[in-house]
């Protein structure tokens, strides 16, 4: 195996037979070691809630735990551009570097330099744990592409977690490559399950070697997608469905896409918000066919609530993103840097690192609970936050540096991730950039208080005009606790007298490009 | 006697090329082109040439006017 990385871009590699047999020895982190039995990381969304064995699945993989999210990256590499349906709401010659979303990348990649980029990634970030073949165009058509990088990562990195997403058309019939090359995790895009929905939404699929246009189109798609679905839930494989919300074409029928995919077995629904400007050039984009507000997207997941499990971390990243979900850093992991990179997979210190990420989620874990042991008794007060962070579940992020803003709901009884919000950075150079912090506002506009490491005078004030409480007093503590102890705070002053609690209006979902890298 | 490829308006994306029935697509420098002594219109193989039916942006697989058309042996 090590023929593959002659000419001298790799200089030092573990032999594979090395590798596994330290992956047989040794079982990974999360306090589920040997005959300790249950895991002791702990979780409202976590081992409590699911069979030991779907929790070994999901704790380090970032998209399908919304906890893991905090700690472990991902990456996608983008193999397979080629696709065999049409979305209204992607347009195949889009590629920009400023964008975040689905079907944009830079570089197109072969098998050979996807396993490459892959070991030169999991060698600089340790916390890498899953690789995700996304595009730009679809896993499984171009499934040559697809299943020969997954043979050689499955060889050169095993102990990184491989998974595909896909439109679901040609999904029955690769069910068995995605069992024996050990992907356990497949994403299946479903807007509809109703094809009169669905005519709507893709205008022509190429099957079987015709393209086929309207209602029969979008009925042999959804049959595809749910037998497919069926046949994943029968081999054991934990499948996340996406659906992207798009008001008043889909968005009542989504609870009956989340009761259909649970009655299959989907492990969780992931419902997104569109994206839709003239500038993408989709034909969403030309019609004027808007995104969701941010109360909208709430109302719909809200009301899917007690169907599948619902994903409301999902960074809607592009097919070629390499980091935490919500950073990119595909930027230092282009081609070109690759071949110079001298790659050193080294297993044991992956798992060194990955050892003390645990540690980090059990002292995280540990600190909410006793936040939550100081509340006073709940009496239905909910309020939404703000949060900037950069990963490791803490309150590790200055308010001008944000790109994003990740959104708790809080009560007395405890936190739940409520979703994030893309803003562009404030701070460029040291100065705060006036006209961004509108767009800030207006962002996180659903929240009560704004919790940060740091903020600087002027958008303090701003803010709190605003009605929102700009918060740096829990720099550095984990995100719950810092909650928690903010809400329990808030509370007592308004019990006190000194502020008045009033409700806060709805917030807008980002969607043009970034201003500013 | 063949399809071209509209290099102005092909992304690369490379869904033509495994559809193709003569093999008649080739990719250089991230580009697809198709051989137009290779190229058959689909004619006997499928009822619509593989290459236009599959391509994501309209009119990028056009006929090559440079030849006459195909015609069934």
């Given amino acids: 195996m090590a023929s593959m990385f002659e000419g001298g871009t790799v200089s030092k590699l573990k032999p594979i037979g090395g590798i596994k047999v330290e992956v047989a020895g040794q079982s990974s982190g999360c306090g589920t070691t040997g005959g300790a039995g249950k895991s002791s990381c702990g979780s409202s969304a976590g081992p409590d809630d699911m069979p030991p064995e779907i929790w070994e699945k999901v704790k380090n993989h970032p998209c399908y735990s919304e906890e893991a999210h905090h700690h472990y990256a991902r990456m996608h590499v983008a193999v397979a551009p080629a696709c065999n349906i049409q979305c209204h709401y992607c347009n195949r010659k889009y590629d920009c570097s400023n964008e975040s979303r689905p079907g944009v990348v830079s570089q197109k990649l072969t098998p050979d330099q996807a396993v490459k980029k892959v070991l030169a990634v999991a060698s600089e970030i340790p916390q890498m744990t899953v690789l995700g073949i996304a595009g730009p165009g679809d896993a499984l058509a171009n499934p040559a592409k697809t299943f020969e990088t997954f043979a050689r990562l499955q060889q050169e990195a095993p102990d990184i977690k491989l998974c595909l997403s896909t439109n679901g058309l040609m999904l029955p019939d690769y069910v068995d490559e995605i069992v024996k090359y050990n992907v356990d995790h497949v994403t299946i895009t479903i807007n509809m399950v109703d094809a009169a929905v669905g005519e709507k939404i893709y205008p022509w699929i190429f099957y079987d070697h015709k393209r086929i246009h309207g209602r029969e189109a979008a009925q042999i798609l959804t049959e595809r997608q749910m037998l497919g679905l069926e046949m994943l839930t029968a081999r054991g494989i934990l499948t996340k469905i996406n659906s992207v919300l798009i008001p008043g074409i889909n968005d009542k029928h989504l609870i009956e896409v989340n009761r259909e995919v649970k009655k299959r077995g989907a492990f969780l629904h992931n419902i997104m918000p569109l994206i839709s400007e003239a500038e993408h050039g989709t034909v969403y984009g030309l019609t004027g066919q808007r995104g969701p507000s941010a109360q909208e997207l709430k109302e719909v997941q809200d009301a899917c609530a007690g169907g599948a499990n619902l994903m409301r971390h999902c960074r809607q990243c592009r097919a070629d993103a390499v980091g935490l979900l919500g950073e990119d850093r595909s930027d230092e992991f282009t081609q070109d840097k690759v071949d110079k990179m001298e790659v050193v997979y080294d297993l044991d210190r992956r798992r060194e690192y990955q050892q003390k990420v645990e540690a980090q989620r059990e002292a995280q874990v540990t600190a909410r609970k006793a936040a939550l042991a100081a509340q006073q008794p709940d009496d239905g007060m909910k309020v939404l936050v703000a949060v900037a962070t950069k990963g490791e579940g803490k309150i590790n992020e200055h308010f001008g540096h944000a790109h994003e803003f990740q959104i708790y709901e809080v009560s007395a009884s405890g936190t739940a991730f409520i979703g994030h919000r893309r803003v562009d950075h404030y701070c460029q150079g040291g100065w705060g950039e006036d006209d961004v912090l509108p767009s800030i506002v207006t962002a996180i506009n659903d929240c009560h208080a704004v919790l940060v490491s740091k903020i600087g005078a002027c958008p303090r004030d701003e803010l709190k005009e605003a009605g929102i409480e700009p918060v740096d007093a829990y720099a550095f503590e984990y995100i719950e606790k810092a909650a928690l102890s903010w809400f329990m705070d808030y509370r007592a002053r308004i019990a006190k007298g000194e502020i008045v609690h009033k409700e806060r209006g709805d917030a807008a979902i980002r969607q043009g490009a970034y201003l500013a890298a | ?73």
């Fill in chain 2, 1 to 73: 006697m063949a399809y071209k490829i509209d290099d102005t308006f092909c992304t690369g994306c490379s869904a033509c090329e495994p559809e193709c029935p003569n093999q008649a697509i080739y990719e250089k420098s991230g580009m697809f082109y198709i051989k137009p002594d290779k190229c058959t219109e689909c004619i006997g193989s499928f009822d619509d040439p593989q290459c236009v039916s599959v391509c994501p942006i309209d009119d990028t697989c056009i006929i090559d006017t440079d030849y006459p058309r195909y015609v069934a042996a």
